[in-house]
């Protein structure tokens, strides 16, 4: 649970980084932020669900 707990609060807090009242204003590089933190996290996501159906399999 407290791994839960961990992601969940860098995932929070990673977002907050790319608003106006933080360094990155309200233009391209705020877009490009979001773009490469959701692109990242759907990449480990997947990579996530790989690995358990791998793990899953070679148990069988």
């Given at each position: 649970?407290?791994?839960?707990?961990?992601?969940?609060?860098?995932?929070?807090?990673?977002?907050?980084?790319?608003?106006?009242?933080?360094?990155?204003?309200?233009?391209?590089?705020?877009?490009?932020?979001?773009?490469?933190?959701?692109?990242?996290?759907?990449?480990?996501?997947?990579?996530?669900?790989?690995?358990?159906?791998?793990?899953?399999?070679s148990?069988?």
């Amino acid at each position: 649970m407290k791994f839960f707990t961990l992601i969940f609060t860098l995932l929070l807090s990673t977002q907050a980084f790319a608003h106006s009242d933080h360094a990155l204003g309200e233009g391209a590089l705020h877009l490009l932020y979001h773009v490469v933190f959701w692109g990242l996290f759907a990449v480990v996501a997947v990579k996530g669900v790989l690995y358990f159906k791998n793990k899953k399999k070679s148990k069988q």
